[in-house]
């Protein structure tokens, strides 16, 4: 039995996956229009480079980067652009999005086939095509992959870790992936580590998914340099940091990256989208989105075009919607957002939908108890209840001396705080007050 690797903090939600665990991945189609906001991913924004009644095809580029932290932006299906203008996004604001109605034809635009074995290809060539593919990081972050794939020359890259922890609760995405695309999740794995010019990878799954641990031991044996590492069932077991500390035993500084320690950690649809990029030709169009939550008939796992609406997705899945739906959550329910309303659309990074019913509970917010309680749950070792309440009486710059922007914000603090306090909320509020306060002194 191999041991299980952990890490300190945490906490442990109900996990909620059985409904969706043993459900296999079945495609939606194409969908009658597709939403594609610019703002896709952290980093530089894009530049339309289609107009309206412009006619386009799958897997054309709609929008192009201004920097080198940036990617393009591709159709999802071929038809019309019928918009180029700001349209609700799943965040609560309005934000520029093209917008495009299908033709019914899914006609794709010629891309360049994987005829090379990824093995003939040069690391910098490799890097260009996850680049050109539009590929981010497809755990929730939404970095762009070849800039994680870009270590600068004084920090070489040891390890690569493939994130299968999946730690959210009801998300089997990456689960169902690590069964039914096993072996090109490997080839994938050796794609990334070519690139990296890494000496060991590392395959990390919590221990409560026992048949992907098994496939990926059992593919792993022939590799050289291939480990699996069991990870104890535990929330945010999926974080960076949490999961180089638990499987490679290093720690990440303060303000630092994975890379500061020799490690690149992606995850598991992240790893495959690089495979399709390589192996395909086929830019980052669709995702794989579980759909589950209180009282659903067809929850499951679904391949989604990227830009289908969430009520189109919901009506192609056919399922009844729970009677008095009150909240549907894009992401899982520690660090996923509640959506503004249902006409929002799929993103890249998205890879959950969990519906819940009925009257939700609201915390009554009381006065800190200074149990602690917050403190041993943080998995960044920070002190989140006085983080709360500096925030609250805007003291930023003790916010900043406190490491306020190495908070995840994970909600585990928020989770465990027998008060219902919303630590995680006044924690982000004072989080981003400092990075913006940062950026103009740096401006």
């Known amino acids: 039995m191999l041991k299980e690797a952990t890490f300190k903090g945490g906490v442990h939600p109900p996990e909620f996956k059985s409904a969706t665990s043993d459900k296999a991945i079945k495609p939606l189609g194409v969908p009658s229009r597709v939403i594609l906001h610019l703002q896709q991913h952290i980093g530089a924004p894009l530049k339309a480079v289609v107009s309206v009644d412009d006619q386009v095809a799958a897997g054309q580029v709609l929008a192009e980067p201004t920097g080198f932290v940036s990617v393009p932006l591709h159709s999802s299906i071929s038809g019309k652009v019928v918009a180029v203008e700001p349209y609700p996004h799943p965040s609560g604001v309005s934000l520029p999005a093209i917008v495009v109605e299908s033709d019914g034809e899914d006609k794709w635009a010629k891309t360049a086939k994987g005829a090379k074995k990824y093995s003939d290809l040069s690391a910098d060539e490799l890097r260009k095509i996850v680049q050109q593919a539009g590929i981010v990081g497809l755990g929730g972050a939404a970095f762009p992959t070849h800039v994680k794939l870009s270590p600068p020359p004084g920090k070489p890259i040891d ?6 922890a999946e730690c959210e609760p009801w998300l089997t995405t990456d689960y169902r992936q690590m069964l039914e695309r096993s072996k090109d999740l490997i080839t994938g794995v050796k794609i990334v580590m070519r690139i990296l ?15 992907a641990i098994e496939v990926m031991d059992r593919l792993c044996r022939d590799e050289l340099n291939f480990d699996v590492v069991p990870l104890k069932t535990k929330y945010p077991q999926g974080g960076e940091k949490q999961l180089i500390q638990a499987v490679a035993g290093r720690q990440v500084p303060s303000g630092g990256l994975p890379m500061d320690v020799g490690c690149v950690v992606h995850n598991v649809s992240t790893v495959l989208s690089i495979f399709d990029a390589v192996a395909k030709g086929r830019p980052l169009t669709e995702k794989v989105v579980t759909v589950a939550g209180d009282d659903l008939r067809k929850a499951g796992n679904y391949r989604v075009r990227v830009g289908m609406t969430v009520r189109e997705l919901l009506e192609k899945v056919g399922g009844k919607l729970p009677d008095g739906l009150s909240k549907v959550i894009m992401g899982g329910p520690m660090m996923g957002l509640a ?47 006085e983080l709360a309440l500096l925030a609250e009486n805007m003291r930023f710059d003790s916010c900043r001396e406190y490491s306020v922007k190495d908070c995840i914000e994970c909600g585990s603090c928020s989770y465990t705080c027998p008060s219902g306090r919303n630590l995680v909320q006044l924690i982000r509020f004072a989080k981003y007050t400092v990075m913006e306060q940062d950026r103009r002194k740096k401006a």
């Open 197 to 211: 010019e890494a000496e060991r990878a590392l395959v990390a799954v919590e221990r409560n998914k026992p048949e």
């Open 339 to 385: 959506l503004p309303d249902l006409d929002v659309p799929v993103l890249k990074s998205t890879n959950g939908l969990v519906l819940m019913a009925g009257q939700v509970p609201v915390s009554r917010h009381r006065p800190c108890l200074r149990c602690g309680s917050c403190v041993d749950s943080c998995p960044i070792h920070l002190m989140p209840c």
């Open 159 to 164: 390890t690569f870790i493939l994130n299968g």
